[in-house]
């Protein structure tokens, strides 16, 4: 650790297989803040070599999301180090050079064996009841290796081995671990296995951060450092993303979404970053809302825990509104203003290019949505619409609990027209509005005055109160509203 002196170099190493999953995500994330925080290095690393698995468009896809996320990395697809590509596809003449290593030291030889063969002794093995090992079958002599048969790596010692690990503490695991694993598949790829140690070693990576689900294979990773004469890096194991019900881990099915579902779904990145930092580790104060360089700042990893953390979406959406609350006010009339030109009902309307409308309509959006696609179910619900145009409604709904008063209600609604007429200044806040109404409403009855008022301006059953409107709208697209209602009452 910091203990040798060396710079902190961490990775984080996903398959091209097509979704960024947002446990992948975490991963990379914290061991980016683990390397920004010690001024060290972070790889981004391509793990090409299943190409059975490999979805076309996958890099792109991965340097998309973390790029979205602002999460930089020091050396990746489209940046080399010392050590040549960060994408193994491109690294084959190294695990070669290593396989060759081991080779010489009697420490890895050719699979004498066909697959069908492989299977029959699987098979055997199953009907004696007994666990399949191929170091079972481990030929006296060594072949020479043509580099077309899987190289198997010789496990040199089958005992126990006790390691490590900065989350999960002193942890060990015996001989059922170890076996002659494949170092080179018959295609020329190395195994996850061999690629990521000789990648390891040759990035200087100094703490792996990966899912703890590699714990299980640690005792060959270790096996074969061993046999390489190299020290591993540390171990930093993290805990599963979950459910919300903690029952299990977090899978598709239960709505785990590619990141960049998120983008689309109008969350801020800041907010998925701090959102996805505490699912897992906490910096041991109240703290919740954390912005990049605060992560960076806090981060620890010996506060990482060891228990799985749970995914509630709530809790995403609170933070992506606490997120909100915080972008400059340009930045959110902006966003609205974007999202609603794109709206197929008020996408092309006049108003959504006036600033001064823009800015008035931004903090009644702002107070009902967490993310901006809200901005789109609040039109779909209707809750917009009325801002930019005469609403249509019936005129029963008008009437203060349904109570057909014409008269009165007529009177009412003169009486605000008369009085927004005669108010020479222009409305600056609703409370202004508010200022002239609310005492003639407070004397005749607040239900009375306010609501045929509020649904003459809005048309529904519930919007903002009739000051808020009245103050949106203007003093002449109120007027003109307020008559139509009372047009409809004769
Ligand atoms: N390619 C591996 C994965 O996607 C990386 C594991 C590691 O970080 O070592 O799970």
């Not at 390489?228 to 785990?256: C, H, N, Q, W, Y």
């Not at 228990?307 to 966003?335: C, I, Q, S, Y």
């Not at 801002?387 to 203060?400: A, N, V």
Request: proline fraction near 5%.
């Amino acid at each position: 650790m910091q203990e040798k002196n060396q710079k902190v170099v961490t990775r984080f190493a996903p398959s091209p297989t097509g979704f960024m999953h947002i446990g992948g995500v975490r991963t990379a994330l914290f061991a980016y803040l683990y390397a920004r925080k010690n001024n060290g290095t972070f790889i981004l690393r391509i793990e090409d070599t299943d190409k059975e698995r490999e979805v076309p468009g996958s890099i792109k896809h991965i340097q998309e999301s973390l790029t979205w996320l602002g999460i930089d990395w020091d050396f990746g697809p489209d940046k080399h180090g010392d050590f040549g590509s960060t994408i193994q596809s491109e690294r084959l003449p190294t695990y070669i050079e290593y396989a060759h290593k081991l080779i010489e030291k009697g420490l890895a030889y050719p699979d004498p064996y066909t697959q069908e063969e492989l299977a029959e002794f699987r098979k055997k093995a199953d009907e004696e009841k007994r666990p399949f090992l191929y170091r079972d079958y481990r030929p006296e002599v060594f072949e020479k290796w043509d580099g077309k048969k899987p190289l198997r790596f010789k496990v040199p010692e089958i005992k126990r081995y006790k390691w490590n690990d900065v989350v999960r503490g002193e942890l060990e695991a015996g001989e059922e671990a170890l076996d002659d694993f494949i170092l080179i598949k018959s295609d020329g790829y190395p195994t996850y296995n061999f690629a990521h140690i000789i990648d390891d070693l040759n990035m200087g990576v100094t703490h792996i951060m990966r899912g703890d689900e590699f714990i299980s294979s640690t005792p060959r990773f270790l096996s074969l450092y061993n046999a390489l004469e190299i020290e591993p890096p540390i171990f930093v194991s993290l805990p599963p993303i979950l459910r919300d019900d903690r029952t299990k881990k977090l899978g598709k099915r239960d709505g785990a979404k590619d990141i960049l579902e998120y983008r689309e779904e109008g969350y801020l990145p800041e907010a998925m970053l701090n959102f996805l930092a505490l699912i897992g580790w906490n910096p041991g104060t109240e703290q919740e809302i954390f912005t990049k360089d605060e992560l960076i700042k806090a981060f620890d990893i010996n506060k990482i825990q060891k228990a799985g953390g749970a995914f509630n979406e709530e809790k995403l959406d609170w933070m992506n509104k606490e997120h909100l609350r915080k972008l400059p006010v340009e930045t959110v009339r902006d966003e609205i203003s974007n999202r609603l030109k794109k709206n197929p009902t008020i996408g092309e309307n006049e108003k959504l290019n006036d600033r001064n409308f823009l800015a008035k309509i931004s903090d009644i959006v702002m107070d009902h949505i967490s993310k901006w696609s809200d901005i789109d179910i609040m039109v779909g619900a209707g809750e917009i619409e009325y801002f930019f145009e005469s609403p249509q409604y019936d005129h029963t709904l008008l009437y203060w609990k349904g109570n057909e008063d014409k008269e009165t209600t007529k009177k009412h609604l003169e009486w605000v027209i008369e009085t927004l007429k005669s108010a020479d200044e222009s409305f600056d806040s609703s409370d202004k509005v508010k200022s002239l109404i609310f005492d003639y409403a407070t004397e005749n009855g607040r239900g009375e005055v306010l609501w045929p008022l509020r649904v003459s301006l809005s048309g529904k059953e519930k919007s903002p109160d009739p000051f808020t409107l009245i103050y949106v709208l203007g003093r002449d697209e109120s007027i003109k509203r307020i008559t139509d209602a009372i047009g409809k009452l004769l």
